[in-house]
């Protein structure tokens, strides 16, 4: 069973490029986020979604966009790269309802802005 | 802000030894306290979690300490081993949200053979 798979698993950009880091879940759940990680900074949550065709920011929004179309996919779009935003980006995924607390991550993206 | 403060930053035991976690937090709306493990290149994985009205939580060598008056948390974990060797990290989660977690800032654990 795949979980939550993100692609690609490295990028490497230049200033002012923009990209799309991918992300789609095969457990049918309601809830995804992308969270960016820092050393010694945790991870912070950038967008949430509750389901298709709800979005909301989180606490680090700014630079980042997103879309979600299907209960499955939930892509993550950088406009204009700054070295800021040189991270590592993690996208996971929840079930909806009592039953769910558990928030499964993907294995992680590596991007560096240059 | 909503904030979970986390210490020590780096922990290096021996195999064998008791590393103990600590995090604290703020808002008082914190329902679901969760610890993540994560290993190099991988995404973060739920290890543990509590809720407030329980004080303990003991998952084979993995305890949680709860103390909700002190708005405290800690993670043990008992005869550690060399494959304990990761990243912690501590959350913590609102009633009512759309489930997402505040983490603390981490832990890099290293259990010497």
């Known amino acids: 069973n795949a979980g939550v798979t993100q692609t690609p698993k490295f990028r490497i950009l230049k200033i002012g490029q923009s990209m799309t880091l991918q992300c789609t879940q095969d457990m049918n759940h309601n809830y995804m986020y992308w969270y960016r990680q820092d050393p010694g900074m945790g991870l912070k949550l950038i967008y949430y979604s509750v389901g298709a065709g709800i979005t909301d920011k989180g606490e680090v929004p700014n630079g980042y966009n997103v879309s979600r179309s299907t209960t499955e996919d939930f892509p993550l779009r950088l406009e204009l790269a700054a070295p800021s935003q040189t991270s590592v980006y993690f996208c996971?995924?929840?079930?909806?309802?009592?039953?769910?607390?558990?928030?499964?991550f993907g294995e992680g993206s590596w991007l560096t802005v240059v | 802000q909503q904030q979970v403060k986390q210490s020590p930053q780096s922990l290096i035991v021996q195999k064998g030894g008791i590393p103990i976690i600590n995090c604290a937090y703020e808002?008082?709306?914190?329902?679901?306290f969760p610890w993540y493990q994560q290993f190099p290149g991988k995404g973060p994985a739920l290890l543990i979690a509590?809720?407030?009205?329980?004080s303990e939580k003991k998952e084979g060598r993995f305890t949680i300490s709860f103390n909700k008056s002190a708005k405290q948390f800690s993670l043990h974990i008992m005869d550690s081993q060399p494959g304990d060797s990761a990243t912690y990290f501590c959350?913590?989660?609102?009633?009512?949200?759309?489930?997402?977690?505040?983490f603390g800032s981490g832990t890099q654990l290293t259990v010497l053979p």
């Open positions: 959350a913590a989660r609102s009633s009512g949200s759309a489930r997402q977690l505040t």
């Open positions: 509590i809720r407030p009205d329980v």
């Open positions: 808002n008082t709306a914190f329902d679901y």
């Open positions: 996971a995924s929840s079930p909806a309802g009592t039953a769910g607390n558990t928030i499964y």
